[in-house]
């Protein structure tokens, strides 16, 4: 299997010419897209799936919609991994929400959250001592599953915010705001969390 | 948050690197691309479904559509024209909600059969016919003419009745004639009906 991704011009380049050939007939071709880009879609959709089993079957309905949406791929908006990675977020998204419907979501006042200072905030998330992270680590999972797949894109995958707009279908300035928000969120979960513990 | 912020949050990233571990050493089975290209031969091969009821829906919302606007336009311009005045003047306001007050009023108590009593009874007559009837009732019931000159006044009457009845034959009116005939006739029997009343009634009192 082919795990060459790129970014590149000319792998670009390669890519949009490959697309009008899937395009024009040779559907087969299409084996090479799906090569080069299926093991970064599993991961991503991995984030929110932990059944590998599941996760797999989310990567192949990304795939074939993929094959199915490439007359509207548009070259000159995103890149095709990009326009790729919006497709996982979306199946990944979907596959969660038909999974788990009875999961406990943490949600609360902007008023709550307001209670808690940005210097507060940013020391409970900077600090990487191992009972705190393992805090957040749970914190993380009561969050809303956009929510999350927002943090890992913006704080694991180290993407730039016009892409992860172009991904999530949402404005960067919204984005901006959306993080400051579950960045309290996390550090009030974290909060109440270890007070809990003491208790 | 700004893009400088970007390497903040070391906690944060190692619990998410920590979350992810296991979705990171997730792989796809073997036969994973041979599978989706399966799928994607099955899908080529089926006929497209979604345009055999996707046309006629676009062309009955489009009629539905249609209708309604003419029905609409219609509507506008049958109630412009006419009044218009009227339009900018009043305010109309629906039956439905339009608040209704309703002033309670009091059951009625009346008796039925006294109501209708009441309604059927017959007036009293006039004062002026009482003291005509008493007069009547003393005086003979034919009145005696012992003027010369009312004789001669009611056959002088009597005369011009004649000649008028007489010059309507020789007119060709004769239905005209009969008519008269006949509302002198009902005139002369109300007056005797009306006289037999009063003393009727005066006699009941």
């Given at each position: ?199 | ?105 009091p059951l009625e108590t009346v008796d039925s059969v006294k109501k209708i009593k009441e309604k059927y009874r ?84």
């Amino acid at each position: 299997m082919e795990k060459e991704t790129g970014n590149s011009p000319r792998a670009m380049q390669d890519e949009t010419l490959l697309i009008r050939r899937i395009l024009d007939g040779q559907t087969e071709l299409f084996r090479q897209l799906a090569n080069r880009y299926a093991e970064q879609v599993l991961r991503m959709v991995g984030r929110l799936i932990p059944s590998s089993e599941e996760a797999e079957e989310a990567t192949q309905d990304t795939l074939l919609e993929a094959y199915q949406s490439l007359g509207r791929y548009d070259a000159r908006k995103a890149s095709f991994q990009t326009w790729l990675m919006r497709i996982a977020y979306h199946t990944a998204l979907k596959h969660y929400r038909q999974r788990q419907k009875y999961v406990t979501i943490v949600d609360m006042e902007q008023q709550w959250l307001d209670t808690i200072p940005d210097n507060e905030a940013d020391a409970l998330l900077g600090d990487t001592t191992n009972d705190r992270v393992a805090l957040m680590e749970k914190a993380i999972g009561m969050l809303k599953p956009d929510d999350q797949m927002l943090l890992n894109l913006y704080y694991f995958d180290d993407r730039p915010i016009r892409e992860i707009a172009c991904i999530t279908e949402h404005e960067e300035s919204y984005l901006y705001s959306r993080l400051q928000w579950i960045r309290k969120k996390l550090a009030m979960t974290i909060k109440t969390l270890e007070s809990n513990e003491e208790k | 948050m700004k893009k400088s912020e970007l390497h903040k949050d070391q906690g944060l990233r190692l619990a998410l690197q920590r979350k992810n571990e296991a979705a990171e050493r997730m792989t796809l089975s073997d036969d994973f691309t041979d599978r989706l290209m399966q799928r994607i031969g099955q899908q080529d091969k089926q006929p497209k479904r979604r345009r055999a009821w996707l046309y006629p829906a676009i062309g009955i919302a489009a009629s539905i559509l249609l209708l309604f606007s003419v029905g609409i336009i219609f509507n506008n311009r049958q109630s412009d024209q006419p009044d218009l005045i009227a339009k900018t003047d009043t305010i109309k306001t629906s039956p439905q909600t339009e608040i209704k007050t309703v002033k309670e009023q009091p059951l009625e108590t009346v008796d039925s059969v006294k109501k209708i009593k009441e309604k059927y009874r017959m007036p009293r007559p006039p004062k002026h016919y009482m003291a005509k009837a008493e007069v009547e009732e003393e005086a003979p019931t034919a009145p005696e003419l012992t003027d010369e000159n009312e004789l001669a006044e009611i056959a002088v009457a009597e005369e011009v009745r004649r000649m008028e009845m007489q010059r309507m034959a020789q007119m060709g009116g004769s239905l005209q004639a009969e008519f008269k005939a006949i509302t002198d006739e009902i005139r002369s029997r109300g007056e005797r009906m009306t006289q037999h009343v009063e003393i009727a009634m005066s006699n009941e009192e």
